[in-house]
């Protein structure tokens, strides 16, 4: 079975400044893909980003920037000119690619991040 | 906004009671999930279907079933229901087929209140 940890339940931020949130999984599959989605006060869960393992190169969607380190099972998101906007939970999850047709997500606890005026 | 629809928003009932939530995948997706977020067990699978077929279960109780009409939206049933099944029920959607199409998009959830 899969896991996945984020270690910082809050972080704040000042708006403008960069931001880095932390996620570490444990897997034994080689194929899989990550992600991180964001839930605002709204609730709605929304993607972020995402990447593929078997790509080297990290992520990047505007703001947002993933550091994928695969060897030490280690992903990272940075977000960069932090907005009021950003103010949510962010989660990491993990979908495994391989061994069948199952592919839920495997969530973290999630990190509370507020972006501070 | 995603594409994905929920409803109802809100449902409030009481102990022993069955409830129903809808979803309505993005046009095109024919897999659809559906998630429980809560406060003391996190966003946790329940169960997915694929163009009208479960493949896969999760932490679903036996209480708990649904299905996915040939319109390819889905139903998810509560019944029997206890003061710890109040919670945040998300449906994802995503294309299907193969790993390569699974990126799941989420409705905006319906909130359960049991009281």
């Known amino acids: 079975a899969q896991t996945v940890t984020q270690s910082q339940p809050e972080m704040s931020v000042q708006e403008a400044e960069t931001v880095t949130l932390s996620c570490t999984y444990d897997?034994?599959?080689?194929?899989?893909?990550l992600f991180w989605y964001k839930q605002p006060p709204s609730r709605q869960m929304i993607l972020v980003i995402r990447?593929?393992?078997?790509?080297?190169q990290n992520a990047t969607e505007n703001r947002f920037s993933v550091n994928f380190q695969k060897a030490a099972k280690s992903f990272s998101l940075k977000i960069s000119d932090s907005q009021l906007g950003d103010t949510a939970m962010y989660f990491c999850?993990?979908?495994?690619?391989?061994?069948?047709?199952?592919?839920?997500?495997?969530f973290g606890k999630g990190t509370l991040l507020t972006v501070n005026p | 906004d995603s594409g994905v629809t929920q409803t109802p928003k809100h449902l409030i009932t009481a102990t022993g009671q069955r409830v129903t939530l809808r979803c309505s995948p993005r046009?095109?997706?024919?897999?659809v999930y559906w998630y429980q977020q809560s406060l003391d067990q996190g966003l946790q699978f329940l169960i997915q279907?694929?163009?009208?077929?479960?493949?896969a279960k999760g932490n679903i109780l036996e209480r708990f079933s649904a299905q996915q009409f040939p319109d390819l939206h889905s139903e998810l049933n509560l019944s029997s229901l206890e003061l710890g099944d109040s919670a945040l029920y998300f449906c994802?959607?995503?294309?299907?087929?193969?790993?390569?199409?699974?990126?799941?998009?989420f409705g905006p959830g319906t909130r359960l209140l049991v009281l």
């Open positions: 999850a993990f979908m495994k690619t391989s061994g069948g047709s199952n592919y839920k997500l495997t």
């Open positions: 897997t034994s599959e080689n194929n899989y893909y």
């Open positions: 046009s095109g997706d024919l897999s």
């Open positions: 990447q593929e393992a078997y790509k080297q």
């Open positions: 279907y694929y163009n009208g077929e479960e493949r």
């Open positions: 994802a959607s995503s294309v299907g087929g193969s790993w390569s199409q699974e990126t799941q998009y």
